[in-house]
């Protein structure tokens, strides 16, 4: 990125000129290397304030006081920012991104070779980290639960989700919200699908609600969309 600015020193640029190729450029080599590998916290901060540092300086990259902060840059044009992407943040959706695709077992070969030699049988949003996991595996383990808020199974017939362990009625596995004990009591087992739950498009659930800290009652006799 550094020698990508260095290469427009001999260019008569205007603050607003800097402002577009931030925009079109710089944060378009970041956005597209988050994609695929996962960027520090400090990486993408220091990228940040190198467009920061361009946008009021120029590609001469001089030391000097900024006029706002960079995080005024960030907001929307309404908000009294320039709408520059906070790459910080774009960083965790990159991450969410990657959670996503494990989760969902999207075809590609990464995600392949991940379930076959480092996920294997295990409950992906369940699994615990592993002591001798890469750096980047452990980043997407723990962006499992920012990612979790945003993700939700479809149930449709029940058969292809499973009752504890995914994320299906809440922005967690049920398995989190209830005791072992209370799943041995349900009857229902870790590998048993949503479609034990279903009769007749409607929640037949055999859970006592006194016992359950999710509160079937809610979901019973609703429809199954």
């Given at each position: 990125?550094?020698?990508?600015?260095?290469?427009?020193?001999?260019?008569?640029?205007?603050?607003?000129?800097?402002?577009?190729?931030v925009k079109s450029v710089l944060v378009s080599i970041q956005t597209y290397w988050a994609r695929t590998l996962i960027l520090p916290r400090?990486?993408?901060?220091?990228?940040?304030?190198?467009?920061?540092?361009?946008?009021?300086?120029?590609?001469?990259?001089?030391?000097?006081?900024?006029?706002?902060?960079?995080?005024?840059?960030?907001?929307?044009?309404?908000?009294?920012?320039?709408s520059i992407t906070d790459l910080t943040t774009w960083n965790k959706v990159a991450v969410s991104g990657l959670v996503y695709r494990l989760a969902t077992k999207e075809t590609s070969l990464w995600v392949d070779?991940?379930?076959?030699?480092?996920?294997?049988?295990?409950?992906?949003?369940?699994?615990?980290?592993?002591?001798?996991?890469?750096?980047?595996?452990?980043?997407?383990?723990?962006?499992?639960?920012e990612a979790a808020k945003l993700v939700k199974s479809k149930i449709k017939d029940g058969t292809s989700v499973t009752f504890w362990n995914d994320i299906w009625a809440d922005q967690r596995p049920l398995k989190s919200l209830v005791t072992e004990q209370i799943m041995l009591n349900s009857g229902i087992g870790q590998?048993?699908?949503?479609?034990?739950?279903?009769?007749?498009?409607?929640?037949?659930?055999?859970?006592?609600?006194?016992k359950c800290a999710f509160r079937p009652e809610k979901l019973k006799g609703s429809k199954i969309r």
């Amino acid at each position: 990125m550094t020698r990508k600015i260095t290469s427009w020193k001999t260019r008569g640029l205007s603050h607003t000129g800097r402002v577009l190729l931030v925009k079109s450029v710089l944060v378009s080599i970041q956005t597209y290397w988050a994609r695929t590998l996962i960027l520090p916290r400090t990486v993408a901060s220091k990228l940040q304030k190198l467009c920061t540092r361009f946008i009021w300086v120029g590609p001469s990259m001089k030391q000097s006081l900024h006029q706002v902060r960079s995080n005024v840059l960030t907001r929307s044009k309404e908000n009294g920012g320039l709408s520059i992407t906070d790459l910080t943040t774009w960083n965790k959706v990159a991450v969410s991104g990657l959670v996503y695709r494990l989760a969902t077992k999207e075809t590609s070969l990464w995600v392949d070779w991940m379930w076959r030699n480092k996920i294997k049988a295990k409950n992906f949003w369940n699994m615990k980290i592993p002591q001798d996991c890469s750096w980047a595996f452990r980043q997407i383990l723990i962006c499992r639960e920012e990612a979790a808020k945003l993700v939700k199974s479809k149930i449709k017939d029940g058969t292809s989700v499973t009752f504890w362990n995914d994320i299906w009625a809440d922005q967690r596995p049920l398995k989190s919200l209830v005791t072992e004990q209370i799943m041995l009591n349900s009857g229902i087992g870790q590998k048993d699908t949503v479609n034990i739950a279903i009769s007749n498009h409607q929640w037949d659930l055999l859970i006592s609600a006194q016992k359950c800290a999710f509160r079937p009652e809610k979901l019973k006799g609703s429809k199954i969309r």
